[in-house]
């Protein structure tokens, strides 16, 4: 049956391979985020750790209780009292407190970000002095080997770091290198004093490492410390300090390892399940029309003796062995693939550079596993009515299909139906990441309803619209016969093509729509005429006061980002900025829609209209919530507006938000000088020179493509993912096409000894596929409508999506093109056999 049916067996083989081939370097990835800890490089010595590295909250009672974290986005403060108190604790040798200052070097080659540390922590590392003395109080400090050779640096030569508080010169007094490998990021270490200084939070510390006695065991220390600690509530709700060791200690180190983790996590499981849920209906489809064209091969064999169940088995255990050498052929190209995606996010600054893709026997063993499951489920199914039926009316149904689909058939097409329209309605009714979430599985589930009530709408529109095709003579007519006495097959046909254009036409012009919103408020909100950017570490807080007295400057603003997390059905997070309320208005243009911006001031917040919607907020509510470093945070709402995309999702003031970032210093500068003038932005430049050195000065119109750059450059995981689903379906469409085609063998060569010509054949042909790519037009855009639509607007505001020229025409041509050339050139292949020959031959 193999060797006389091999198209079905390819295309089979090809809608697995596929599928086991993503599913598995999405299990991989999955795997990898999960694994991933990161190294312990600078707290190495310490085997355990005391920190706050995410915000919890606990949620339900009883069975339904959860309770949910999500990682901070900056580093979280402890009582540096609980230092003292862990350093008494019994087996205790030393507990010290750490902390970490952003701040730049400037170097022979500009300016090199480094991490500043206070002197007590070295022995975390260890680091150990290699040269000169340990840094004392008053301006004296010690670098790490590497960075010193780097800047060319050595005892007794004087440095300049760019910190929060301006730029400031401290002597070299020592070098000092551990005995491994040195931390990833330069460190510059200072006297304990002037590291609790420069943090700018005294009484506070980020990390607490704990040294242990001689032959104290690190789980017995762990639960001496975590004994210690303050008492954690029934019901988290907020940051908690927490007891790591071992390889969690990498999450403490460095706050980019929960981070991407997380991301890494809810890439590979969204994409997984996207693709399992797409590979159902792709499989399906694929096997089923495959078993459907042997009808009359398994009538015959039922006719010579064959039972059921041996109908059944054989099929079965044919879908099964191709699943086996479709998913041994995918494993290498899912684990290469595996590779790619790692380093791609390495390179895009995703996930940091300790991220390594962990390869195991699990993920293809799950994904071929499920791609196995599915076929032979469908190959089940397909096979259960020709396995059954009595072989004088098999034979007969393989001449005439019948004209019901079933009861069983109609009662799940009208199921899928109807849960489509309610997830559709659904969808409209939510907002942001709500409707995103919903609309694949709208997609798949009105697409299965295509699927299975297909015959049904192939008739009705072979019996409506295509009596238009009537009018092009004898061929229009064939062609509209042979649609509907095939409706049955056409069914997996229609699926894939409604697939395809539904896909394409909702999640891919869902990311246009979104960089496109984004890029207009930009646009129009960004008023500013040049925009300060900084070198590395972010641009010193007295910045903005020395750019106000530049003639010619009529208003400065600066700006701090960070990250907030809102506490609503569960914890979400926010993107948040730091604005100077007394001249935003001549910089900045937010579309305010309620309330005032001038009234952000002190414990205020102002939040994108769609974020308070989906908060149930209102100018006069109280957004309650946590701060990037997991403070808590319940602040009044004095205002909404409308550009939250291109900006940010709520607005602080500024010196609200900047207490709770790590840095402490401004992201950027936004100025105004009323118009292009080279005297003001050569005052600009010189100014910026001793206070924030490395820092530039640029237009507003090239500071907004760089934002373009920017919403590319995040939409890019997006993009990757609607292009490889994309790619499955076009493949499994192309697939079911050629299957058909080449199945019409017999068919076409009675129509030719009957007198058609072949260019009768050919242009019959054509017009099927015109009535075929009208239904799946209509249905595929109707579907992607009914995604879309709500997508766009809980996501941009705005109910009408962007979809671009190019989005049309590789939509629609693309489908058309893919149509054509999958049916075609199986048809002209099967049309070169003399008809004699091809009605004797396998169907």
Known sequence: MVRERPAGVVATFVALWFAVAVVTACGAMLESGIRFHGSVQRYAAAPVLVAETQVSRTTGSGEDRDTESEPLAERGRLDSALVTTIGRLPGVRAAIGDVTVPAGVIGPTGVVGVEVHPWSAAALTPFVLRTGTPPVAGGDIVLDQSLAARIGAAPGTRVTLNLATGPRTFTIGGVAAPPTTEPAEPTVFVADADATALSGHPGTVEVIGVLPDAGVDTNSLAASVRASLPRLPARLEGAYPRVFTGADRGSVESMAVDNAREFVIAVSSVFGGITLLISTLVIAGTVGLSVRQRHRDIALLRAIAATPRQVRRMVVVESFLVSVVAATAAIWAGMTATGWLRDQFVSRA????????????LPPLV???????????????????????????????????????????????????????????TSASASGDSAASISVATVATL??????????????????????LHSFGVTGRLAVANTASSARQLAAVVSSLVLAVALGGSLWFLQTSEQHTAAGQVRAG??????????????????????????????????????????????TDYSAAGLDVADIGSVLNLGVTSGRLDDLRGDTIAIDALTATSLHLRVGGEFVGWFGDGAPARLRVVATYSRGLGFAALTLPHDLLIAH????????????????????????????????????????????????????????????????????????????????ALGRRRQFAVLRLSGTTRIQVLRMVRLEQVLLLGIAFAAGIAIAAATLLPMVKGTTGSATPYIPLVGWVAVIGGTVALSAVATMVPVRRTLRMAPVEAIGVRE
């Open 661 to 740: 970032t790590t840095s402490g210093v401004d992201d950027s500068v936004l100025i105004d000088t009323g118009s292009a003038n080279a005297a003001t932005v050569a005052a600009l430049r010189s100014a910026l020179g001793p206070i924030s050195p490395g820092a530039t000065v640029v237009g507003s119109t090239a500071y907004r493509a760089s934002l373009d750059e920017d919403l590319v450059q995040n939409a890019w995981t997006n993009r990757v993912v609607t292009a490889v689903l994309i790619v499955y379906v076009s493949i499994a469409a192309a697939n079911t096409l050629v299957t058909y």
């Open 350 to 361: 995703m996930v940091p550079d300790a991220f390594h893709a962990h390869l195991s026997w």
């Open 447 to 468: 697409v299965a309803a295509i699927g299975l009530l297909g015959p049904l709408v192939i008739r009705a529109a072979a019996a409506t619209v295509g009596r238009v």
């Open 367 to 425: 994904a071929a596993a499920a791609a196995s499951l599915f076929a032979v489920l469908a190959a089940w199914v397909a096979s259960l009515r020709a396995s059954r039926i009595r072989p004088v009316e098999a034979l007969a149904e393989t001449s005439v299909e019948r004209r019901g689909i079933g009861v069983v058939r109609a009662l799940l097409g009208i199921v899928a139906l109807a849960g489509g329209i309610v997830l559709a309605v």
């Open 526 to 571: 960004l008023t500013a005429d040049y925009v300060v950017t900084p070198a590395s570490t972010g641009i010193p807080a007295g910045a903005t006061d020395a750019l106000r007295q530049i003639s010619g400057v009529r208003a400065v603003a600066g700006v701090v980002h960070s990250t907030m997390f809102a506490k609503h059905d569960d914890i």
